[in-house]
């Protein structure tokens, strides 16, 4: 494994205080809050006067700039001491918060999931401990139009849980319409969107979220054990929005429909820009294409993935991991034990990657192997790692190069037919090692370790250097193919730093 000069990375100890103060401040600024409102009561039904702050009721002072109950400094009908653009923090400590007022299909506040008309900022006290749950009456929450040039919609340190949605409708924790928004370190779990029915020919899509409109940053978070029936997007739907995911896991979402194929079991793009960093992608399942991540047949839509791990997904089509039809960009992705055709009925393949129609995909940097297309003998198309045409921009691995077009073994670095020598996976969010002989390790030299990208990616650039790998650890002066650089996080050893990498990972890609 390569050497690391901390100097040449911008983590030489002179430098970095003043720096990491700067972003410290800068970033606390931005979420600094004019106005905290309190809630002190995790239930949804209250009465008038009772001297307690709910959390439909802090959200509801906050829609209108008027106090309800005791959610604020005044009396209720009090308006609330705020101007212009003035930041809301609503406060929401440990506790299980059950929205109990059955009532769906209102965008007021009044029953069922909650209703943001404004943008606040929503504080927990941390995933598991704040705990918001829809009780299967409704989604948990839903946002609208919040747009500003210069703020956003943040929810942090809490957890999303239960929600469903009536047939039809798009997201089952959260549906985030037209607006700009931070999700960090929440968890987004539980949730559905049901089955339409008899004679339903689909239902809502988005089994944890559904981000139509807008820009969303993902970050720090956990998608996990959301199920879309009839639809696309077990864990994320995309629609005409940016999205930026980081640090993040995506993990055993479903999406599901009888004797029929929908798309995208861990996030379904159909018309947006996806960029995906330092995040995990594992054990989604989808009836249809694109068990991990799915970029759809029409409409714009691109694809960026880097320092990330696509494991264990499973399609009963086409794509396994990954399946696109527009543009997708791979740097430094590991691609391993992810199924097509899981079914065994020959109506998929591509384990790892599928690629068709449109698309235009470049890879860098990228491991591709031991993943596996279960379609039955005699079929002519076992394609168990990438099936489609690419455009190398070297120094990839691919076990097996079946149905692979545009990597050639000895060329740009490239190596085909080769074992990459994956260690057990571990960590969160989790990453595979490498073993000691490993030919990832030590092949890329340091100038030409650099992202490659499409379209408008808000994370990194074309030509961008790759600093980090998935963990937040340095790439060396050599660096290792794959989302995992073999090497200690030499940046902590003296004990000075605190050693939470999340913090580090988000400095740079």
Request: glycine share 16%; charged share 20%; with cysteine.
């Given at each position: 494994?390569?050497?690391?000069?901390?100097?040449?990375?911008?983590?030489?100890?002179?430098?970095?205080?003043?720096?990491?103060?700067?972003?410290?401040?800068?970033?606390?600024?931005?979420d600094?809050?004019?106005?905290?409102?309190?809630?002190?009561?995790?239930?949804?039904?209250?009465?008038?006067?009772?001297?307690?702050?709910?959390?439909?009721?802090?959200?509801?002072s906050?829609?209108?700039?008027?106090?309800?109950?005791?959610?604020?400094?005044?009396?209720?009908?009090?308006?609330?001491?705020?101007?212009?653009?003035?930041?809301?923090?609503i406060?929401?400590?440990?506790?299980?918060?059950?929205l109990?007022?059955?009532?769906?299909?209102?965008?007021?506040?009044?029953?069922?999931?909650?209703?943001?008309?404004?943008?606040?900022?929503?504080?927990?006290?941390?995933?598991?401990?704040?705990?918001?749950?829809?009780?299967?009456?409704?989604?948990?929450?839903?946002?609208?139009?919040?747009?500003?040039?210069?703020?956003?919609?943040?929810?942090?340190?809490l957890?999303?849980?239960?929600?469903?949605?009536?047939?039809?409708?798009?997201?089952?924790?959260?549906?985030?319409?037209?607006?700009?928004?931070?999700?960090?370190?929440?968890?987004?779990?539980?949730?559905?969107?049901?089955?339409?029915?008899?004679?339903?020919?689909f239902?809502?899509?988005?089994?944890?979220?559904?981000?139509?409109?807008?820009?969303?940053?993902?970050?720090?978070?956990?998608?996990?054990?959301?199920?879309?029936?009839?639809?696309?997007?077990?864990?994320i739907?995309?629609?005409?929005?940016?999205?930026?995911?980081?640090?993040?896991?995506?993990?055993?979402?479903?999406?599901?429909i009888?004797?029929?194929?929908?798309?995208?079991?861990?996030?379904?793009?159909?018309?947006?820009t996806?960029?995906?960093?330092?995040?995990?992608v594992?054990?989604?399942?989808?009836?249809?294409q694109g068990?991990?991540?799915?970029?759809?047949t029409?409409?714009?839509?691109?694809?960026?993935?880097?320092?990330?791990?696509?494991?264990?997904?499973?399609?009963?089509?086409?794509?396994?991991?990954?399946r696109?039809?527009?543009?997708?960009?791979?740097?430094?992705?590991?691609?391993?034990?992810?199924?097509?055709?899981?079914?065994?009925?020959?109506?998929?393949?591509?384990?790892?990657?599928?690629?068709?129609?449109?698309?235009?995909?470049?890879?860098?940097?990228?491991?591709?192997?031991?993943n596996?297309?279960h379609?039955?003998?005699?079929?002519?198309?076992?394609?168990?790692?990438?099936?489609?045409?690419?455009?190398?921009?070297?120094?990839?691995?691919?076990?097996?190069?079946?149905?692979?077009?545009?990597?050639?073994?000895g060329?740009?670095?490239?190596?085909v037919?080769?074992?990459?020598?994956?260690?057990?996976?571990?960590?969160?969010?989790?990453?595979?090692?490498?073993?000691?002989?490993?030919?990832?390790?030590?092949?890329?030299?340091?100038?030409?370790?650099?992202?490659?990208?499409?379209?408008?990616?808000?994370?990194?650039?074309?030509?961008?250097?790759?600093?980090?790998?998935?963990?937040?650890?340095?790439?060396?002066?050599?660096?290792?193919?794959?989302a995992?650089?073999?090497?200690?996080?030499?940046?902590?050893?003296?004990?000075?730093?605190?050693?939470?990498?999340?913090?580090?990972?988000?400095?740079?890609?």
């Amino acid at each position: 494994m390569g050497t690391v000069d901390r100097r040449a990375l911008g983590f030489d100890r002179r430098g970095l205080l003043p720096w990491l103060v700067a972003g410290l401040l800068a970033a606390g600024a931005a979420d600094a809050a004019d106005l905290t409102i309190a809630v002190t009561w995790t239930g949804d039904v209250g009465m008038f006067g009772d001297g307690l702050c709910s959390l439909r009721e802090a959200i509801e002072s906050a829609n209108d700039l008027v106090q309800e109950d005791s959610c604020g400094p005044g009396e209720h009908g009090d308006p609330l001491p705020v101007v212009g653009d003035d930041r809301i923090t609503i406060d929401v400590p440990a506790g299980i918060y059950e929205l109990e007022l059955a009532g769906a299909d209102e965008d007021l506040n009044v029953t069922g999931d909650l209703d943001l008309h404004r943008i606040v900022t929503l504080q927990g006290a941390g995933l598991g401990v704040t705990v918001i749950d829809g009780m299967q009456l409704d989604r948990v929450l839903e946002l609208h139009g919040l747009f500003s040039f210069s703020d956003r919609a943040v929810i942090r340190d809490l957890s999303l849980r239960g929600g469903r949605p009536p047939a039809e409708q798009d997201g089952g924790c959260l549906r985030s319409l037209n607006s700009q928004l931070l999700l960090d370190r929440v968890e987004v779990a539980e949730c559905e969107t049901p089955d339409p029915g008899v004679g339903g020919l689909f239902g809502g899509s988005g089994g944890g979220l559904a981000i139509e409109g807008g820009a969303v940053e993902i970050r720090r978070s956990e998608i996990v054990d959301n199920t879309t029936f009839k639809a696309s997007g077990g864990g994320i739907w995309v629609v005409d929005a940016t999205v930026d995911v980081v640090r993040t896991t995506i993990a055993r979402n479903l999406a599901t429909i009888p004797n029929g194929t929908v798309s995208g079991g861990g996030l379904a793009n159909l018309s947006g820009t996806v960029n995906v960093h330092a995040s995990a992608v594992l054990d989604n399942e989808v009836t249809g294409q694109g068990g991990g991540l799915f970029n759809f047949t029409f409409g714009e839509k691109t694809l960026n993935v880097m320092n990330t791990t696509v494991a264990r997904n499973r399609a009963t089509g086409s794509g396994g991991g990954i399946r696109s039809y527009g543009d997708l960009s791979l740097t430094h992705v590991t691609i391993t034990e992810n199924v097509a055709d899981s079914d065994g009925e020959g109506n998929g393949q591509g384990g790892g990657v599928r690629l068709g129609g449109q698309s235009n995909t470049v890879i860098k940097g990228s491991i591709v192997a031991w993943n596996e297309d279960h379609s039955p003998p005699p079929s002519t198309t076992i394609f168990p790692d990438i099936s489609g045409t690419v455009t190398s921009a070297g120094f990839n691995i691919v076990l097996d190069g079946a149905g692979l077009v545009g990597i050639v073994d000895g060329v740009l670095g490239d190596s085909v037919g080769v074992d990459p020598l994956l260690d057990l996976p571990t960590g969160t969010p989790e990453y595979f090692p490498l073993l000691p002989a490993s030919t990832a390790i030590d092949q890329i030299p340091r100038l030409a370790c650099v992202a490659v990208s499409y379209g408008a990616n808000t994370l990194w650039s074309a030509g961008t250097g790759v600093q980090l790998d998935q963990r937040g650890v340095g790439r060396g002066t050599l660096c290792e193919i794959g989302a995992f650089e073999d090497r200690t996080p030499e940046i902590f050893e003296d004990d000075w730093e605190a050693g939470d990498l999340s913090a580090w990972s988000l400095a740079v890609p």
